[in-house]
C-alpha cells in the first residue's frame, strides 16, 4: 500500500550499518520502492556527488535480484543520480525491508556521463570469495548488470517491476 510508513535496515558484515524511516511509494510481490530523506548524519562527499541533509532518496528493492538502486534527489528536486548498492535480495517484511550490503557499488549520474564502479577492493578485502563463493560470484555478476544498464540510463530496469 502506498503511503504507508516502514523501516529500511541495512547490514553489512553481520552488523547493522543503518535503520531509517521510509514512506512507501510502490510495491509488488518481488520488488518495493520507498522514499526517504538522507539518513546520515551531515555531508558525505564522494568527489562525484555529495550526498547531504534536505536530499531525498527513492530507493528500489527487490527480493529476487542482488542490488538496490536509490535515485538521488537533491532538496531542490534535481536528479543528482543513481547510487546503486549490490546486496543480497532483500526481504520484505510488515514493518519493512531489510537489506545485506555486499561493499560493491555502482554511481551512475544524472545524465548518464559517469558510470564508476565503486569499493571493489573492499569486496576483494571483505573475504566473500571464500567465505561464500556462490554469493561473491552473484555479486559481480549484479555489478556488471548494472553497469550494462546504468550505460543505458537504468530506465528498463525501473520501469520493470
Known sequence: MSGRSVEVALWKAGRLKIRYPAEVVEESANRLSVRAPWAAPGV????FVRFEPGDVFVEHYWTDRWYTVKEVWSAEGGLKGWYCDITRPAG???AGVTVEDLD?????SADGSEVLRLDED????SGLAVSDPEAA???VAALDELERLG???????LGAS
Open 92 to 94: 520484505f517484511g510488515a
Open 137 to 139: 560470484e552473484r555479486a
Open 151 to 157: 550505460r543505458r540510463g537504468l530506465v528498463e530496469l
Open 122 to 125: 573492499e569486496f576483494a578485502a
Open 44 to 47: 558525505r562527499d564522494f568527489g
Open 104 to 108: 560493491l557499488d555502482l554511481w551512475v
